[in-house]
């Protein structure tokens, strides 16, 4: 078992910038791949984003490549997402979670935060 929970979403100006924070407890949090998704009004949950447990490799949504940055810091049992440039689209509930292996689909994590709310204006 792995707890999770999100922080650091908040309403921001298109062009701002935002970072997420997903603090775990539980189980060895080295031992997972750490992943952000988001879930927009009316829309299924979309990848964002997935770094390996070290945290040597990344993997990312078109949507986000080049904007959003993922990493994480396993001395403190945190994932980050650093979000720039942010555009009124990404405006959704964001979301971590973990995993023992590699997967973009949200339906395969067991493991969930409650999520934090990004809006972003125009």
């Known amino acids: 078992q792995v707890q999770l929970v999100e922080s650091g979403g908040g309403l921001v100006q298109a062009g701002g910038s935002l970072r997420l924070s997903c603090a775990a407890s539980?189980?060895?949090?080295?031992?997972?791949?750490m992943a952000w998704f988001r879930q927009a009004p009316g829309k299924e949950r979309e990848f964002v984003a997935t770094i390996t447990q070290s945290g040597g490799g990344t993997y990312y949504a078109d949507s986000v490549k080049g904007r959003f940055t993922v990493s994480r810091d396993n001395a403190q049992n945190t994932v980050y997402l650093q979000m720039n440039s942010l555009k009124p689209e990404d405006t959704a509930v964001y979301y971590c979670?973990?995993?023992?292996?590699?997967?973009?689909?949200?339906?395969?994590?067991?493991?969930w935060g409650q999520g934090t709310q990004v809006t972003v204006s125009s």
């Open positions: 979670a973990a995993d023992t292996k590699f997967k973009i689909s949200p339906r395969e994590y067991d493991y």
């Open positions: 539980g189980r060895t949090f080295s031992a997972y791949y």
